[in-house]
């Protein structure tokens, strides 16, 4: 099989706090991982490329002090929402590479974060 | 520059009628090309993927799509559609890049189905 997992499902926090979100690959190793944010009603918009033993890739625009990724190991990789807003508030997807399953991803089933 | 379009950003259709969603892409080499689709608050689910060789992919939940190389579209259909299908789907374009694969995505289209 190929399943990602996510935790939380679901987070909701405080203004100015920190929020962990973890990805995980349940079967297989995944050497790169992927952090998407979907805003309601629209696509996902790729936010960074999480390289297991390197620092992550992050796409033009997304703030990289805001949003870090740590890939510590072949099986997790963590987005951290530091001093979030409310303007962070979206579903955070993951997705995971999983050798010989070129071209394809694996996605996660999300995580909720609202910042009130 | 490669994007993917879906034009259609809501469609209604009946039970039981057929369903084609629309989805062109533009991209210079040869494409891998996804349909996902996505229930409110949930995440990704893949229906089918091409890659090479015959060009009508078959799918899970009886979806179906075809690779069109001189109309750069990758139709997904279904013949009967049930009221379970209702969803958001994706259409998505993958290549390798030097960090691995990347995905674009379609802006997705909104599928109702009334009974």
């Known amino acids: 099989g190929a399943v990602v997992s996510q935790h939380p499902s679901r987070v909701i926090c405080k203004s100015g706090t920190s929020v962990k979100i973890e990805c995980r690959s349940l079967d297989f190793q995944a050497t790169t991982m992927f952090w998407y944010r979907q805003f309601p009603k629209q696509s996902l918009m790729l936010m960074a490329t999480?390289?297991?033993?390197?620092?992550?890739?992050?796409e033009q625009g997304v703030e990289k002090d805001k949003f870090l990724i740590n890939h510590a190991s072949l099986t997790l990789s963590t987005l951290t929402v530091t001093s979030a807003h409310p303007e962070d508030s979206s579903f955070y997807i993951c997705?995971?590479?999983?050798?010989?399953?070129?071209?394809?991803?694996?996605f996660g089933p999300g995580t909720r974060l609202t910042v009130l | 520059a490669q994007s993917v379009t879906q034009p259609d950003i809501h469609i209604t259709v009946s039970e039981g009628a057929s369903l084609e969603l629309r989805c062109n892409y533009s991209y210079g080499a040869t494409p891998y090309l996804f349909w996902y689709v996505q229930s409110p608050g949930q995440g990704l689910q893949l229906l089918l993927k091409y890659f090479s060789g015959d060009t009508l992919v078959q799918g899970i939940k009886g979806f179906e799509a075809e690779f069109k190389r001189s109309q750069s579209s990758f139709n997904l259909r279904k013949p009967s559609v049930h009221w379970s299908d209702a969803a958001e789907y994706f259409c998505?374009?993958?290549?390798?890049?030097?960090?691995?694969?990347?995905?674009?995505f379609g802006t997705g289209t909104s599928l109702t189905v009334i009974p």
């Open positions: 998505a374009v993958g290549r390798v890049e030097s960090t691995g694969n990347q995905f674009y």
């Open positions: 997705s995971a590479k999983k050798p010989g399953f070129y071209n394809e991803q694996f």
């Open positions: 999480s390289n297991e033993g390197s620092k992550a890739t992050y």
